[in-house]
């Protein structure tokens, strides 16, 4: 292994981590084009991520994880979303936004009953807080947990689920005291079986087509108390700290996006001839290639800052959101230079490079879109 010269730490573990994840992501190439073309789930592909460690990979070995750092995460993140950005959502959500939220703010009970099989990729999880009208606009939540003493009666609807039909636990955000606007929500678990809760038909997407996403539907259904997660009113403050730490996970993604993008390009452009010589002898395309690699390098230095940060107990949150902003457009740019590097060719699903740039779009969008990263990074450097 030859180790990449970076600024930050990277330890013997680490790229450890990166090659098995690099090994692992050559297997995701069989059937990669057929789940894509068909919106199969990759089942199959996630029981071994399951099994390879990448499904709780910051979770403690307690609960089953593999106790490893943000920084063994997003490199792992990059290598998988350089193949198969499909796979690498259902691994953000459960690692960042499910694994991580229940670890750091669920109760013993709660930990012990979900984090094993979670981590093992036994059942995967979702973590719900949009909705039909409350999207960027998160604190406006329309679904509601009302008090019951015992239980809490949730009725409403959840727009655009990752895992949402695969799941076999969610966790959503739910309003119980409007009154108390963002602090009067709640954030509960709910399990796929509990009467009065179902879920929507698949969405037929322009990317990330391996991926479901549904709504889900929510009528009268009795979540019992110990199923919430903190405090009374915790739920859009949790929401916000695993969306922190989820945003550096989907700019790993886009990174990957990114990075597969440019080497694809880089080996096609020593492959096909044009003029008598290698496309890669035209400068044009020596600059373009220069572009992605140099925009490549400057999105994989921000997600290992976000991350040693995280990872550090620094502030993460304007780090993350400065991440996923850069690597998200790197991969949108990559992903169309990478198409327009393989002439036709790129424009057919063989070359892979037509999905790169279909998957790299969302990046720009879940997890907060570009404009929302903005806000919260010009809050930031405005306090
Ligand atoms: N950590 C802790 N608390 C935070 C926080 C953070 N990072 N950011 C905000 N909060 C708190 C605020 O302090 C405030 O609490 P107090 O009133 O007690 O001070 C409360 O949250 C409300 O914050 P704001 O007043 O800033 O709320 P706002 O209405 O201005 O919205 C926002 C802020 C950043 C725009 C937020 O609504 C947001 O992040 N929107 C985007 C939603 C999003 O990212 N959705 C992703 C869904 S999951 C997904 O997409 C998964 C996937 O695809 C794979
Ligand atoms: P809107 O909020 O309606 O935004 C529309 C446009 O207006 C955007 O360009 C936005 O940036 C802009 N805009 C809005 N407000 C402002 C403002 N104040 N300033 C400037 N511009 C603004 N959500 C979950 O909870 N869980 C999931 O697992 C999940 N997975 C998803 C998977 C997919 C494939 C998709 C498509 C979405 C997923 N989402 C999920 C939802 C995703 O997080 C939202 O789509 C996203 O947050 C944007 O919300 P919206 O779609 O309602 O757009």
Redesign the pocket.
Known sequence: TTAPTSPFQLTEEHLAVRDAARDFAQELWAGVIERDEHQKFPTEQIKKMGELGFMGMMVSPEYGGSGLDTMSYVLAMEEISKVDASCS?IM??NNS?VCWGLEKYGTEEQKQKYLPRLCSGEIVGA?A??EPEA?????SQQTTAEDKGDYYLLNGTKN?I?NGTTASVYLVIAQTHPELK??GINVLIVDKDMPGFQQGPKENKLGIRGSDTCSLLFNDVQVPKENRIGADGFG??FA??V??G?RIG?AAQALGIASGSLELSIKYAKERKAFGVPIAQHQAIQFKLADMATNVEAARLLCLKAAADKDNNADY?KSGAMAKLFASKTAMDAAVEAVQIHGGYGFVKEYHVERFMRDAKITQI???TSE?QK??IS?EILK
Do not use: N
């Open positions: 959502v953000s959500v936004l973590f807080l949009s999207g960027s606009d998160a604190t655009w990752t963002s602090r859009f403050k916000m700290q969306l922190a989820g989907i949150a879940y997890e907060g929302i806000i919260v809050r």
